[in-house]
T-cell receptor
């Protein structure tokens, strides 16, 4: 079983729609959860961090965490073509803060 | 520019040569992480360093790879006797002092694209 799992996609949504990205993780001891966006040929860019169960909103982005279900999600409202990228779910492992990444979900927002 | 800096951005080496990748963390950050992204694969943790200390090298290949973060200067990831399988994007990330509860946001540099001929 992979430590962090994401559906590779591609996930295709029309412009203006809500994109929903999901991630599950295996380590119950993980405490910190992150979403990164990576455009092709570029480096990962941090877009959301979440540490407690529930929702966290930042602009058009909402991260949701459910530790009991070991599930993290990212909602992108009013999706724009510029949101087209690969979204990486990352989870801390152990007590050094190292990140374990999922394979990423490719999002395509069609005009 | 207060972001994470990496150089070179692109590096071409022939098999058997050495590759040295440099990373300067964001101002005020004392923690450096190195990750590797092989073509069509995900990001994999390699090593975590603080100044003059290797904290976690559980992701480093056993041979040919080493890392350091000296008291002065950038962190260096060194690959000796490179092979074609080392061709990848190598990213450095930095974070501030760990807070209680293991919270730390990591910010990535632009990466070094290593090509081994």
């Amino acid at each position: 079983q992979k430590e962090v799992e994401q559906n590779s996609g591609p996930l295709s949504v029309p412009e203006g729609a809500i994109a929903s990205l999901n991630c599950t993780y295996s380590d119950r001891g993980s405490q910190s959860f992150f979403w990164y966006r990576q455009y092709s040929g570029k480096s990962p860019e941090l877009i959301m961090s979440i540490y407690s169960n529930g929702d966290k909103e930042d602009g058009r982005f909402t991260a949701q965490l459910n530790k009991a279900s070991q599930y993290v999600s990212l909602l992108i409202r009013d999706s724009q073509p510029s949101d087209s990228a690969t979204y990486l779910c990352a989870v801390t492992s152990g007590n050094t803060g190292k990140l374990i990444f999922g394979q990423g979900t490719t999002l395509q927002v069609k005009p | 520019n207060a972001g994470v800096m990496q150089n070179p951005r692109h590096l071409v080496r022939r098999r058997g040569q050495e590759a040295r990748l440099r990373c300067s963390p964001m101002k005020g950050h004392s923690h450096v992480y190195w990750y590797r992204q092989l073509p069509e694969e995900g990001l994999k943790f390699m090593v975590y360093l603080q100044k003059e200390n290797i904290i976690d090298e559980s992701g480093m290949p056993k041979e040919r790879f080493s890392a350091e973060f000296p008291k002065e200067g950038p962190s260096i990831l060194r690959i000796q006797q490179v092979v074609r399988g080392d061709s990848a994007a190598y990213f450095c990330a930095s974070s501030p002092q760990l807070r209680t509860g293991n919270y730390n946001e990591q910010f990535f540099g632009p990466g070094t694209r290593l090509t081994v001929l």
